[in-house]
């Protein structure tokens, strides 16, 4: 069922080779423009960013040169934007937006605004495509150009070499003329199909030619005109950070609820039933014997529920022994057969041992609730630095991450400490589910 899936998903071999293909793909035509447009905008970035650089740096000994300086990044930002839509659009490159230009905590007004903008390596990587792009964008102008035109003309020879004799007055193309009134022409059949071979071998060969400069002008963008690394690792450990938080707000919350719902209410009708025992005590000794001894029953059920939940939150033995034991001792509480193999030479951090004990108490609820399985399997051990756990079972298969299903969350959380979650379930089973967690002990 998943080969079928992937089938599907992909698209139809083409039965006409690449090769031939490519000078008439809509790809190779999008780059041909965009390296055609890019001489004039190059131009007219280069231009700008020389001209507001030079005026700014001439100006420095004023107060003036500061705010020229910071309208020199600015309107490079601008460009950059265009520039990333026009790559979008012409080269397909997704390209994640900078970082906004943010003025210190507690700071406002033009000042601050201009220290930032000052401050800011997306600003400065702006005006540097600005200013190197032109060069680049020259040569790749001229070879495309003279390539695309060169080729198609020659290989489109045949086509239009009579209107030379009918309108031009000559015999052919001419190749080759001096003032002794030497001359060679391509005027007859095999020369003509000669320049024609010739031409349809460049032909072949630009389309290919134009990909690699294209791709020298999506280096340039994604280098300069996208989000830095840093940038992108800190946005992401904010996106992580807001997971921890709304999965620790979860916590809290069914914490709470099982608190209200489960040993809080045993305990107030336990407080009930002994203020009622002790008015019947003098009257009816029996009764509130009685009494007592169901409270006492009640008593061990709370303890029994609060032993649940403490468990929930963070078990003992896990903290005590290890994760062996506490995977051991969590599989013989799972519903189905679980053997449990665990390869670890010393234990990971704390706070790894505790997702990782999580991840798998989840995924065995998941065998016990939906699959179906007859058995079930977990594996633990460590490689590179990494702590590795895979849970499989022989249930009917059909788990997925996507949004909204339990494991879509697991795989968020494990994101959030730079792990990774893998399911391969195809329907009719086996599952397995692979996580990788960072080893930091």
């Not at 950059?80 to 397909?92: K, M, N, S």
């Not at 507690?106 to 540097?128: M, V, Y």
């Not at 690792?233 to 999965?247: H, K, M, Q």
């Not at 649940?308 to 519903?335: E, N």
Request: net charge negative.
């Amino acid at each position: 069922m998943t080969e079928m899936a992937i089938d599907k998903g992909q698209a139809a071999p083409h039965r006409v080779p690449a090769v031939l293909r490519a000078p008439l793909e809509g790809r190779t035509w999008r780059e041909f423009l965009y390296l055609l447009l890019s001489f004039p905008m190059s131009v007219l970035t280069f231009v700008y960013a020389v001209t507001m650089v030079s005026l700014g740096v001439g100006l420095l000994v004023t107060f003036v040169g500061v705010p020229v300086l910071a309208a020199a990044l600015l309107g490079s930002r601008a460009l950059g934007a265009v520039e990333r839509v026009r790559a979008r659009v012409l080269l397909g490159v997704e390209i994640a937006e900078p970082e906004p230009v943010r003025p210190p905590k507690g700071k406002r007004g033009p000042l601050a605004w201009t220290g930032a903008l000052l401050k800011s390596g997306t600003s400065w990587r702006s005006l540097l495509y600005c200013a190197i792009h032109l060069p680049w964008a020259v040569t790749a102008f001229v070879v495309s150009l003279t390539l695309w035109a060169v080729s198609w003309a020659l290989f489109l020879y045949p086509a239009y070499a009579w209107m030379y004799p009918t309108y031009w007055g000559q015999p052919g193309m001419q190749v080759f003329g001096d003032d002794d009134g030497t001359s060679l022409y391509l005027d007859n059949p095999f020369e003509i199909g000669v320049t024609c071979a010739v031409g349809l071998a460049f032909v072949l060969i630009t389309p290919w030619i134009i990909r690699g400069l294209a791709f020298g002008d999506r280096m340039l963008v994604l280098g300069l005109l996208g989000p830095s690394r840093l940038a992108e690792r800190v946005w992401e450990l904010e996106e992580d950070r807001g997971v921890v938080v709304d999965t620790a707000a979860a916590d809290l919350r069914r914490i709470e609820r099982d608190l209200h719902d489960g040993a809080q209410a045993r305990l107030v009708a336990l407080a009930m039933d002994l203020g009622l025992a002790k008015e019947k005590l003098e009257e009816d000794p029996e009764a509130a014997a009685k009494m007592v001894d169901e409270a006492h029953g009640e008593v061990k059920l709370a303890l029994q529920e609060l032993r649940d939940l403490a468990r929930g939150i963070y078990p003992a033995i896990l903290t005590d022994r290890g994760l062996g034991p506490a995977l051991s001792a969590l599989a013989a509480r799972c519903t189905v057969p679980v053997r449990v193999e665990v390869d670890l030479t010393s234990r990971p951090a704390p706070a790894i041992e505790g997702i990782a004990y999580f991840t798998v108490s989840e995924l065995l609820q998941n065998i016990s609730k939906h699959s179906g399985a007859r058995t079930a399997r977990v594996d633990v051990w460590s490689a590179e630095n990494r702590v590795l756990l895979q849970v499989s079972d022989d249930g009917r298969g059909g788990a997925s991450t996507d949004s909204g299903s339990g494991l879509a969350g697991l795989a968020e959380r494990l994101g959030s400490v730079d792990g990774l979650l893998v399911v391969d379930s195809p329907a009719g089973g086996p599952t397995t589910v692979t996580a990788e967690l960072p080893w930091r002990g």
